[in-house]
């Protein structure tokens, strides 16, 4: 409504279509929302953006003990230190899932103001990516020093893949957690269902291990998981292979039905929102 | 000239379903749902329409305050959310022109990890304020809190005290031409509500709208000049707030339960050799048993029916009445406090025994009158503080003619005393 000087319509059943003029017109709030949980979240961890760090480093290291030296899983190539590869996966799968997670939280995490106050009901689930993308950046340049500490020259096909496949992780995260959010409200066992969903999903997308462990014939279908374009494009990229760019066409045009499918699902419940919290 | 607010026609249903159950599902219930019925529809028999609200129709004119009254469950919190676009109405449809801002609590939005600086930025964006408004208005806003050395402290570090006087600072300085408020004013300190109040009214000279919501009529009065009452979501009146108050007051009276104990009747447990009361009750003028309650500005006539067993020169027989809110012992009467040359005597047999309790004596609330007394100076047959005979007595209303003194004040006593003005 800010600077919204005209009439207000407030009609009955009224077909709720997604207003771009009235997103931006909240374009402010997006920010604060967004500006909150970047704050809080620093403030309330002892380690503040040191997490955002470890977490990837530390599941890398892990990884590398017992998947690479243990259970002998490769980077598929010899001259690609098994580190510096399961580093690069999981900084994007950890920018997925959290995105994935908060977004499907948003909801019920900000049903105090969303009972209260009118706002587009879709802010909080956008805002909920941005924290999952400032803790992406804090982890990318850890990867710089990584690559430089491992001596391995970044090839620059890579390089120009770190944004758009980041993009594509998060419409995909924002997509599958609209659905989720919407579910969320009305059926409260999502919650606990979402880190087990999430917890699969890790282990069916080439995140630890190469995108050729996979059968050549399903490899196709492997794209149809918007994360596994957007991490195997980028680590051929990196690590000087060749990318496959149609699978990564694939999902970008599955990440971009999930986004118009968990949009469309998620302004038909939005209605029924303040009933159910 | 032309309203600010429209409201046409609007209703709104809620299905209510008859099953004991959690305000949300659960996938198994869902599931469990298609297997029972499997062809669906079924469901649906167990539900009932309820209509929060039902064909609501007024309009707000510019540079009012328009106030929304009635108790709760009539309706106000739902059409309060339909105007601040929180629910949407079943059917009808509503015009606002102008820009407007809804104020359904202060503090909206509120994070204990944030700082009191964060607070105000992220709750002034919130409610509708800019950034650039906010930045322009900050320092207006920590000089009102009163709050400015700890700006920087976490809110969760504060009193309850300065997190309401910082909420109220933002919303105080909230700008827009059509105010939608809750009973937000109704909380926190009186001191700083009334300052908040004050700001607030400030800008209503600014030709500012306010639609007004509340079942408190002190703010009511104060605020509003025009309004409706709902009643189980109707209008039940609309128009001058005077008239809709003394309707209000009514509306309650009429739908108040009955007093649990009006009468109290011996069931034979209550025994002795001197006074055996058979039956307690209060009237009004009329004669007739108070069964709700009576207006202050009649008397009350509290009866005790007895059979005297014994006679005695030294048995006394009275009342106390106590405040059932706060348990004070209002008073105690008997019939020989009067001089001794007029007392009546209790002769043995049945006895009734009336007192008058004054009109415009005690103030409106609920009471308890006991029977009490015993042989003077000897001891106690119905000793105060004790399970003793008991009815409840209620006043309600009535408190005086004056306009300005409708609703009940502070104060255990509402006596109209009597004021000589010398003019010099």
Not at chain 2, 347 to 358: A, E, H, Q
Request: charged share 20%; aromatic share 12%; proline share 5%.
């Amino acid at each position: 409504m800010r600077s919204l000087d005209d009439t207000l319509v407030i009609e009955a059943g009224k077909t709720n279509k997604i207003s771009i003029r009235e997103f931006w017109l909240y374009r402010e709030l997006l920010y604060f929302f967004a500006w909150r949980d970047i704050k809080v979240r620093y403030k309330q961890t002892a380690l503040g953006a040191g997490w955002a760090i470890l977490q990837p480093l530390l599941a890398a290291a892990i990884f590398t003990v017992f998947f690479n030296k243990v259970a002998h899983i490769s980077t598929g190539a010899s001259n690609i230190p098994y580190p510096v590869f399961a580093y690069l996966g999981l900084m994007y799968w950890n920018g997925f899932s959290t995105a994935l997670l908060n977004v499907s939280n948003s909801l019920l995490a900000n049903s105090g103001v969303i009972n209260k106050v009118y706002f587009p009901r879709l802010i909080p689930p956008f805002s909920a990516t941005a924290l999952s993308i400032v803790d992406f950046c804090f982890a990318l340049a850890v990867f710089f020093l990584l690559l430089v500490g491992f001596t391995i020259v970044p090839g620059w096909v890579g390089i120009a893949l770190i944004i758009p496949s980041l993009i594509l992780a998060m419409v995909a995260a924002l997509g599958i957690g609209l659905v989720f959010a919407s579910l969320n409200i009305k059926y409260r066992d999502v919650r606990s269902a979402l880190p087990y969903v999430v917890q699969i999903a890790f282990f069916v997308t080439p995140v630890i291990y190469p995108l050729s462990l996979i059968p050549q014939r399903f490899q196709i279908y492997a794209f149809l998981n918007p994360a596994t374009g957007a991490i195997s494009s980028v680590k051929a990229g990196i690590f000087h292979q060749p990318v496959n760019w149609v699978g990564l066409l694939i999902s970008w045009v599955s990440a971009l039905i999930f986004l118009a499918f968990g949009l469309w699902y998620f302004k038909r419940s939005e209605k029924k929102l303040p009933d159910y919290l | 000239m032309k309203p600010v607010i429209e409201v046409n026609n609007i209703s709104k249903s809620y299905q209510i379903s008859h099953q004991e159950k959690a305000s949300y599902d659960t996938i198994k219930d869902d599931f469990a749902k298609i297997f029972k019925k499997p062809f669906g529809g079924g469901a649906q028999a167990e539900q009932e329409t309820f209509w929060a609200l039902k064909d609501i129709n007024f309009e707000v004119n510019p540079g009012e305050i328009f106030g929304v009254i009635g108790k709760n469950g009539s309706g106000k919190s739902t059409l309060l959310k339909i105007l601040s676009r929180i629910v949407d109405p079943t059917s009808g449809d509503i015009k606002i022109h102008g820009k407007v801002a809804s104020l359904l609590e202060v503090g909206t939005g509120f994070h204990p990890e944030l700082t009191g600086r964060e607070n105000i930025y992220f709750n002034g964006s919130m409610i509708g304020m800019s950034k650039q408004e906010i930045t322009k208005k900050f320092d207006e806003i920590v000089a009102f809190s009163e709050v400015e050395k700890f700006l920087d402290t976490p809110v969760k570090f504060y009193s309850s005290g300065m997190f309401v006087r910082l909420a109220f600072s933002v919303a105080a300085h909230l700008d827009s031409q059509i105010l939608i408020l809750d009973e937000v004013l109704s909380v926190g300190d009186a001191g700083f509500q009334q300052k908040s109040l004050r700001k607030i009214l400030s800008t209503m000279e600014e030709g500012r709208t306010v639609l007004f919501v509340s079942h408190s009529m002190g703010a009511v009065r104060q605020l509003c000049n025009r309004g409706l009452l709902l009643k189980n979501g109707r209008i039940n009146l609309m128009g001058d707030v005077e008239d809709l108050i003394s309707r209000y007051m009514e509306v309650m009276e009429e739908e108040a339960p009955d007093l649990a104990q009006t009468v109290w009747e011996n069931n034979g447990k209550t025994t002795n050799k001197y006074f055996v009361p058979n039956k307690i009750y209060a009237t009004g003028p009329d004669g007739k048993i108070i069964k709700k309650s009576l207006p202050n500005d009649q008397d009350h006539y509290i009866t005790i029916e007895a059979d005297v067993k014994q006679e005695s020169d030294l048995l006394t027989i009275g009342i106390a009445i106590y405040n059932e809110a706060n348990g004070s012992l209002m008073l105690m009467s008997y019939p020989t406090d009067k001089p001794q040359s007029d007392w009546q005597k209790l002769k043995k047999g049945k006895v009734i025994l009336r007192s008058k309790l004054p009109a415009h004596l005690l103030n409106a609330g609920g009471y308890k009158a006991s029977l009490i007394g015993g042989i003077h100076n000897e001891f106690w047959i119905f000793e105060p503080g004790t399970k003793i005979p008991s009815i409840q007595l209620n006043i309600n209303g009535g408190l005086s003619e004056s306009p300005y003194w409708k609703l009940p004040r502070e104060g255990l006593l509402a006596p109209i005393l009597d004021w000589e003005i010398e003019n010099k």
